[in-house]
């Protein structure tokens, strides 16, 4: 499986601009980093993906590093409603797997007002 | 289209009985996936269809696990005589297309076991 590193937890101030890091050394050239976040008592959302260029959305922006061995979403004004476990995923596009979203602990992100 | 549903919300059910949940994706998702969640851990995968063909199934899901998609649409997954560890919330995603599009998840199906 594709594996992916992220902190454990992050704290934010209400409106301020927060960096989730993930580490994703072992990438293949076609896999695409996605990420998801999930709020309490609720399945996963959709939020980001991107293969080699930054991307941006109403949600948040996403910037990957040239080597594509890391990611890191950005939140440009965090706010209450953003608190939740965030995860990076590199979901494969070649093999067995091709398509599969494999999630790892993810980094859960707590917003203070 | 109201996205993907899974009922029940919730199943209560004793040590020993089968368990089946449901799972409606968003229309004309050709992708449907089987997720298991336990308090405090990610979602972990189960099982993925194409369509009706299942095409990876989890280590994780024993003999006990059976999941169908009859003619690519709903899918069930089935719990046989189930036990305490199978407490957990059961989630079901689709998606349209492969690894360039966003996957769309239901909100669960709580199951608890007594």
């Known amino acids: 499986d594709a594996k992916t590193t992220q902190p454990n937890s992050m704290e934010s101030n209400e409106e301020e601009p927060v960096h989730l890091p993930c580490n994703h050394s072992?990438?293949?050239?076609?896999?695409?980093i996605h990420w998801y976040r999930q709020l309490p008592s609720q399945g996963p959302e959709y939020v980001i993906h991107?293969?080699?260029s930054n991307v941006n959305n109403r949600m948040a922006s996403l910037a990957i590093a040239e080597d594509r061995k890391s990611s890191t979403l950005i939140l440009h004004r965090a706010t209450l409603r953003d608190a939740a476990v965030y995860y990076c995923?590199?979901?494969?596009?070649?093999?067995?797997?091709?398509?599969?979203?494999?999630f790892g602990k993810g980094t859960k992100l707590s917003v203070k007002p | 289209d109201t996205g993907v549903s899974q009922n029940p919300r919730h199943k209560i059910t004793k040590r020993g009985q089968n368990v089946t949940f449901r799972c409606d994706p968003i229309?004309?998702?050709?992708?449907l996936y089987w997720y298991r969640q336990t308090l405090g851990q990610g979602p972990e995968f189960l099982t993925y269809f194409q369509n009706e063909a299942q095409l990876e199934k989890s280590r994780l899901l024993s003999d006990r696990f059976s999941a169908e998609r009859p003619k690519g649409s709903f899918s069930t997954l089935e719990i046989q005589r189930t036990e305490q560890g199978d407490s957990a919330m059961y989630l079901c995603?689709?998606?349209?297309?492969?690894?360039?599009?966003?996957?769309?998840f239901g909100q669960g199906t709580r199951l608890t076991v007594v």
């Open positions: 072992t990438i293949s050239g076609t896999d695409y």
């Open positions: 995603a689709s998606s349209q297309g492969v690894s360039n599009t966003e996957a769309f």
């Open positions: 229309s004309e998702h050709n992708r």
């Open positions: 991107g293969l080699t």
């Open positions: 995923i590199l979901r494969l596009n070649y093999g067995g797997s091709q398509g599969n979203l494999i």
